[in-house]
């Protein structure tokens, strides 16, 4: 496994791959992996030749008062993880390298990135389709895997790839959660054991909203309430929206007749955690 | 030569001549092809093994006031042109192909694009970097070359091939001109007989700027209001704008120390015509 910091090796390692006839998986990180990365990179090691990864917490994604600069970091135990996985390249490049001197090239979307978290954290989409722009440009992938987690990065990801032709597949996969149903995340540090239950009202609120879905209920309004109603009656969660959007264009939908997403963003002690389920997909929680 | 129609089409071909190694050279056009987009062609033949031209007038670069749809268009001559100067395959997409249901994604460039056309034509950098984006995602050039008459055009296309990590090299070449000095451009067709002289007000008047500056002039603001004065002094000609930037930051220069050019937008008839020259570089007027 080697370790790639300048933007212009990296490119050289993926063109030289290429010219080979090479097949590059790649998976994007913050960093500070846990399992639900490493499921990413087990499920790309399958799928081509050459699995590369990526750590970088890109701060043109993080707002002002975000926690840009307190976002976990430990490279050193990154690289044993992904060494166990089998990762063949991590580019780790610094801000200088990725945001140097004179920089001002954004890629903006539209309608897909203007609810849920474009709406609590404006620009944030606007970083990550960037870095994701240049991350493609440098890793020259096949395919890229991301997680579905963040479900609204994944359409927006999508989007970006089918809008700027960009040449490669985008697998999205199923989201890793803990023994008692959390969502796998580096955030999930922040939270105090005394949060704990707080932080389980999210799987659980989306468990409650698949299983009134089961039950035949199609009003958005009525399941909206019953989740948000749920998750507030828990001490430490502020929620920071309770939506159900339809996944193709993520307007919120009133009705789920087409394809239906309920996505959580949720405040609990320090920590703010998203969660997300499509309707009548299994929810493992 | 082949002419392709299908955006997946030309990605397959693109990709395709990269595994046999072979290099590719893009120029993109609009089309209603002069002997300055040939003179690019020309010189891309000997910059590779396959030469790809573009054909397609690109709605987002156009404002709504602008002459999108009585731009001149001739794609018969353009082919007969293309094969004359051994171009390989011609990428001739529509609208459709290009900006299908769902596209909302754009590229944004700051300071670069604010200044100039960026003024007068408000988004049309905008237009212009996205379509470029798209362009080369699909064209997957390993050089692509570019007048310098849109000398801004091509500061922006570089800066956003830096930012974005685009893997290939963006080459700019001398403006072709008519024997009387008018800078080649597919709008010249909208002159008039009678407005001839009044057009020539541009390259006179960047020749003036040059005598200006080989005699010591150094202060902007003196270049700047002597051209101005000459070009109104022209009875069809209507200036958009006579400046002076750095050619880096394409910021209005006070006075000519760094690489500075002197760049002219003026309104002649139905015609907005513009022009350009660096301090100090030969002008073949």
Redesign the interface.
Known sequence: MIVIEQ?REM?RYA?AL??K?KRIVFVPTMGFLHRGHLSLMEDGKQRGDCLVTSIYVNPTQFGPAEDLDKYPRDFDTDCRLCRGVGVDAIFFPSNGEMYPE???????????TQNLCGLSRPGHFRGV??VC??LF??V?PHVAVFGKKDFQQLVVIR??VA?????LEIVGLDTVREPDGLAMSSRNTYLKPEERESALSLSRGLKLAQEMYAAGERDAGVIIAAVSRFIAGHPHAKIDYVKICDT??MKDAARLDGECVMALAVRVGAARLIDNSVFGEPLLV
């Open positions: 933007a490119q063109e290429r010219r006839g004179h920089y001002q090239t954004y890629v903006d979307l539209g309608g897909v389709a960037t722009a240049k440009n440098l020259k989007r970006m809008d700027l032709n960009m040449d193709t264009t």
